[in-house]
C-alpha cells in the first residue's frame, strides 16, 4: 500500500480521540466529526486502507466505552444487583434493534453514507427533530427508573436510526427520551445507560474482525491506534464528569443550532468545490 493508505499520523488520531469524548456524550455525532475534521483541515484521511479507519474507529469507541464504563460503575453495579424485569426489557430492547439493524445494513451504510454530503443531511435533520422533540417537552418530566419497555423500544429504534453518519446516537436517543415525556436529566441518563451495551458490541464485534486476520492494522499503524485509544479515554472521562457536574437540564437548541451550522458550512464547501 501506498504510505497514505497504511500510515496513520499520531497527532492526527490524538486530535480525533480528544474530540470522541465530547462528541460522544453531547448530542452532535461522534462519527459524523470523525468525518467531517479530516475532510474539513485537508487531512488525507479519507485515503487511508478501509480495514484501517475501521480499526481506528474501534479504538476510539473502545477508549471511550471503558471511559464511560468506568464514570457509570457505581449506577450499573447497582442496576446489576436491583435490576427489574422491566428494566432487563428496557435494555434489551434498546439494544435489539441497533443491533439487527447493524448486522443487515451495516455494509450498504458504511458504502452510501459516509461522505460529507450525507453526513450534513444527517446533522441537519437530526438536529431539526430534536430541537422539536426538546421544545415542546417541558424541561422536567417522567424519571428514568419509571422507564417501560416501550420506551425501550422508543431508545432502541433510535439507536438504530444513529448507524446513519450524522444522526448522533446521543442525539436520537435524548430525541426518543424527550418524546417519551422523560426529563432533560433523565433523558440523559437514559441516553448514556442504553450507549453502553452499543458501544460494547460495536468495539466486540469489528475487534473480533481484527483478531481474526481479515483487518490486522498493520504495524505502523499500531502506535496511532494506541495514541487513539489513550486520547479517547482521557477525552470522554473529563467530559463525562463536566457533564455531571454541569447537570443535564439545558435546552438542546444550541446543539441543534451548532449542528445546522457545521452542517451548512459543509453544504457551503461542497457547492464551492462543485
Excluded at 85 to 91: F, I, N
Excluded at 171 to 187: E, K, N, P, W, Y
Aim: net charge positive; glycine share 10%; hydrophobic share 50%.
Amino acid at each position: 500500500m501506498r504510505p497514505a493508505e497504511s500510515a496513520l499520523s499520531i497527532r492526527h488520531a490524538v486530535a480525533l480521540g480528544l474530540l470522541q469524548g465530547p462528541a460522544e456524550l453531547l448530542p452532535v455525532s461522534s462519527s459524523g466529526h470523525t468525518t467531517l475534521l479530516p475532510w474539513l483541515a485537508g487531512w488525507p484521511y479519507a485515503e487511508l486502507d478501509g480495514e484501517l479507519r475501521k480499526s481506528f474507529e474501534v479504538a476510539l469507541h473502545a477508549g471511550a466505552g471503558a471511559a464511560l464504563a468506568i464514570d457509570m460503575r457505581r449506577e450499573l453495579l447497582a442496576q446489576a444487583r436491583g435490576m427489574s424485569s422491566d428494566r432487563a426489557a428496557v435494555m434489551a430492547l434498546s439494544l435489539a434493534p441497533a443491533a439487527l439493524t447493524g448486522f443487515l445494513l451495516r455494509a450498504p451504510i458504511e458504502r452510501r453514507l459516509g461522505g460529507p454530503r450525507s453526513v450534513a443531511a444527517g446533522l441537519a435533520l437530526g438536529a431539526i427533530a430534536m430541537a422539536l422533540a426538546d421544545a415542546r417537552r417541558p424541561a422536567e418530566g417522567r424519571a428514568s427508573a419509571e422507564a417501560g419497555p416501550c420506551d425501550g423500544l422508543a431508545l432502541g429504534v433510535a439507536q438504530a436510526a444513529s448507524l446513519i453518519p450524522g444522526v448522533s446516537r446521543n442525539g436520537a436517543t435524548l430525541t426518543a427520551a424527550r418524546v417519551r415525556g422523560f426529563s432533560r436529566r433523565d433523558a440523559q441518563t437514559l441516553s448514556w445507560e442504553v450507549a453502553l451495551p452499543v458501544l460494547g458490541a460495536a468495539s466486540v464485534l469489528k475487534g473480533s474482525r481484527l483478531l481474526s486476520g481479515r483487518g490486522a492494522p498493520p504495524p505502523q499503524a499500531r502506535p496511532a491506534l494506541a495514541a487513539a485509544t489513550a486520547s479517547a479515554f482521557f477525552s470522554t472521562a473529563l467530559s463525562a464528569r463536566v457533564l455531571r457536574r454541569t447537570g443535564g437540564t439545558r435546552s438542546l437548541a444550541p446543539y441543534s443550532l451548532y449542528r445546522c451550522l457545521l452542517a451548512g458550512a459543509v453544504m457551503i464547501r461542497l457547492r464551492r468545490a462543485g
